[in-house]
C-alpha cells in the first residue's frame, strides 16, 4: 500500500512537545541566580581575603611593637646594673583574678566583690585593670582568689584555648572574626588579635573588650592545688603571686 508522503511532516509536528513558558521563565531566572550567586561568593571570598591579611598585618605589627618594648626594657636593665643603678619597670596595668574557694562561709562583702569580678564559680578567671578602687578590692578578696600579672603568652593562651563571647547573653564560641567586627568594629576592633591587644595593653576600650569576652572556665590545676587556707607566701595558694601566675594558668588551661 502506498504512503502519502506530503501527510508525514504534519503528523512529526503535531507529535512534537511544545515547552511551557512557565518552564521557559522558570529555567532563566534559575540560570541568572546561579550566575549571582557565583559573582557573590567571588566577591565575599575577595573580601574575606583582605579581611586576613590586614587581621594578619594588624598582629605583625602588634608583635613587633611589644619585642621593640621588650628590647628596650633589657637595655635599660643592663645599662642601669653597668652604672651600679636600679631599674624599676612600670606598675602592672591588669591584673588575672582566678576563684580558687566555693561559696560556702564567705563573707558579704567578698561575694559581692566577686559577682562584680564575674567569679561566681570556682577555676573562674576574669581581667581585672588595676587601680586603686580594685586594688583594695582584691586585697578583700584576697582569702579566695589566686592572682597575679599575665604576660602577653599567657593572655593570648587564655583567649585562644578557653575564650568565648558574649552574644545576646549567651556563651558563644569565637569561631569567625566578622563576629568580633560586627560587636567591636566601632572601636576599630577588628579580629582576635586587637581584643588581644586591647586587654593586655590595657586601651582606651578595655572596659567594652573585657565584658565582651565571657570569663574564663579553667581545670583544676595539674598536680592540684597545695593549700588553699594559706597565702601565697607561705606556701599555699591565695593571694598575690605577680608573675608566676603564668605558671598557674599554664597547669589550668
Not at 24 to 53: F, G, M, W
Not at 90 to 98: E, F
Not at 135 to 156: D, F, H, K, Q, S
Amino acid at each position: 500500500m502506498a504512503v502519502d508522503t506530503k501527510k508525514a511532516p504534519a503528523v512529526a509536528n503535531a507529535t512534537k512537545k511544545t515547552v511551557p513558558e512557565s518552564l521557559l521563565k522558570k529555567a532563566k531566572l534559575n540560570r541568572l541566580q546561579t550566575k549571582a550567586n557565583a559573582l557573590r561568593r567571588a566577591h565575599l571570598r575577595k573580601v574575606n581575603l583582605l579581611k586576613r591579611r590586614k587581621a594578619f598585618t594588624r598582629a605583625e605589627n602588634f608583635v613587633r611593637e611589644h619585642r621593640q618594648k621588650v628590647s628596650e626594657v633589657r637595655r635599660l636593665q643592663r645599662a642601669a646594673r653597668i652604672n651600679g643603678n636600679f631599674y624599676v619597670p612600670d606598675q602592672a596595668k591588669v591584673a588575672l583574678v582566678i576563684r580558687i574557694k566555693g561559696v560556702n562561709k564567705i563573707p558579704p562583702k567578698p561575694r559581692k566583690i566577686m559577682q562584680l569580678f564575674r567569679l561566681r564559680q570556682i577555676n573562674n578567671a576574669t581581667l581585672v585593670k588595676l587601680n586603686q578602687a580594685t586594688i583594695r578590692m582584691l586585697r578583700m578578696a584576697e582569702p579566695y582568689v589566686a592572682y597575679g600579672y599575665p604576660n602577653l603568652t599567657t593572655l593570648r593562651n587564655l583567649i585562644y584555648k578557653r575564650g568565648f563571647l558574649k552574644v545576646d547573653g549567651k556563651r558563644t564560641a569565637i569561631t569567625d572574626n566578622n563576629l568580633i567586627e560586627k560587636h567591636l568594629g566601632k572601636y576599630n576592633i577588628v579580629c582576635l588579635e586587637d581584643i588581644v591587644k586591647e586587654l593586655y595593653t590595657v586601651g582606651p576600650h578595655f572596659k567594652q573588650v573585657n565584658n565582651f569576652l565571657w570569663h574564663f572556665k579553667l581545670s583544676n590545676p595539674r598536680g592540684a592545688w597545695r593549700r588553699k587556707a594559706h597565702h601565697y607566701v607561705e606556701g599555699g595558694d591565695y593571694g598575690n603571686r605577680e608573675t608566676r601566675i603564668n605558671n598557674l594558668v599554664k597547669r589550668m588551661i
